[in-house]
């Protein structure tokens, strides 16, 4: 649990680091934290720590944050990661995105903004900020899909329904009445019918298909 687990900043700006550890204690109080301020110390810091959420800049001294969510989706594939970032443009979201990332917010923002973006992860929304979701939503958009294209089964329809509303796995498989695996099954279904790669992505489809308010 993010409230009471431990989490990692990696920010090489000290101002940066500080104010990213203030907007994650007022949002967790209980949570410790790990910081890095390079790709090398948030690699140590992984290899000897199991995060139950991570902060991560893109551009670090030493390397690229990207590698860094990727590794952590590896070895530690229940680690919520979020990008905080000041670049706000496509080719960053996205390449984000697809490496693991289940959030992208902008560290310019005012701290209750990023903090309800913090606490929104516990309901499983993905912490995107409101000008990363119309990007995301006009992205969707262009891509000129309705939902009969996709072809998805009636079960794969419900799933994506109550995912998309902020229900967990498992609550979408005790309201279904099946099991935990199979609705995990489902999920990946979906990730590849939609040609998508996180619950981020998910929401904001099931967003743009009139299918979540």
Partial sequence: MYSSGLA???EDNPDAREWLGKCLSEAFPACQIESADSYAAATALIGKHRFSL???DLRLPDGNGLDLIKLLRTVNVECQVVVATIYDDDKNLFA???AGAQGYI???QDKDKIISH???LQHDRPALSAATSKRLIS???QQGNDLTDYKLTAREHEVLVMLSK???IEETA???KIAVETVRGYVKSLYSKLNINNRAELTLVAVRLGLAS
């Fill in 8 to 10: 990692l900043i990696v």
């Fill in 54 to 56: 991570a902060l991560i």
């Fill in 96 to 98: 984000a995105l697809k």
């Fill in 106 to 108: 902008l560290k310019d």
């Fill in 118 to 120: 913090l606490l929104g």
């Fill in 139 to 141: 992205h969707f958009n």
């Fill in 166 to 168: 902020g229900y967990t």
């Fill in 174 to 176: 005790d309201a279904l």
